[in-house]
């Protein structure tokens, strides 16, 4: 009893330096739940911007820096004529690089869309648009020999120049002969 009785003639007597002490720790524990409830909404400002104004992104293959890397040079032909050329390959991205791509923290959502071509021996492809004396050459499986004669070059660099690359000149023979067109898959119907 002895203690309370001290402990309230002690607040009693220091009235000035209790409300002093009291003002402060409102004070204190106010700027601290308006500092919390700043950045609280702050953040919820933040993740509504990045989830409303998000940015498409497409992986290409960079063109123009590849011809800045690999100028255009001058060459001499057997015949004597004189031809431009550019020699530089592009590797295409392997799915796994693009699942890395895609595991990033900046990309928000990943779509994908992948290609195939289609086979059969009872379906037949239906050719549109042709005029009498037209007709469509499928080039898929040949040889490479039977490649340069179909383009008529007579050198395989020529040939690589026409298709792409040493890489469109395997696929090409790669391919089986006869498809009657192409599957595509998207992961989302929003990409057609």
């Known amino acids: ?4 009785k ?21 004070l204190t524990l106010t700027s601290v739940t308006i500092s919390f409830s700043i950045q609280t909404i702050s953040n919820l400002a933040i993740q509504w911007y990045k989830d409303r104004f998000g940015v498409q992104a497409t992986l290409e293959t960079n ?26 390959e592009v590797s295409t991205p392997s799915m796994a690089e693009y699942e890395h791509y895609g595991d990033s923290q900046y990309v928000k959502q990943t779509l994908y869309c992948a ?13 549109d648009n042709l005029q009498p004396g037209e007709e469509v050459i499928d080039i898929a499986g040949m040889s490479k020999e039977e ?12 040939l690589e120049d026409i ?15 006869g498809g009657i067109g192409t599957l595509v898959g998207f992961t989302d119907l929003s990409l057609l």
């Not at 009893?1 to 309370?4: E, G, S």
């Not at 001290?6 to 409102?26: H, P, S, W």
């Open 1 to 4: 009893m002895y203690i309370l």
């Open 6 to 26: 001290n402990a309230l003639k002690n607040l009693v007597r220091n009235k000035g330096r209790n409300l002093a002490v009291l003002l402060i720790a409102i």
């Open 63 to 88: 063109w123009e820096k590849i011809s800045q890397e690999h100028p255009p040079e001058q060459v001499i032909n057997e015949d004597g004529s004189m031809s431009i050329e550019q020699n530089f």
């Open 115 to 127: 290609e195939c071509a289609v086979y059969s021996d009872s379906l037949k492809p239906i050719e």
């Open 147 to 158: 490649l340069m004669k179909f383009f008529g070059v007579s050198t395989e660099k020529e």
């Open 163 to 177: 298709l792409g690359g040493k890489e469109g000149v395997e696929e090409t023979m790669d391919q089986k002969n």
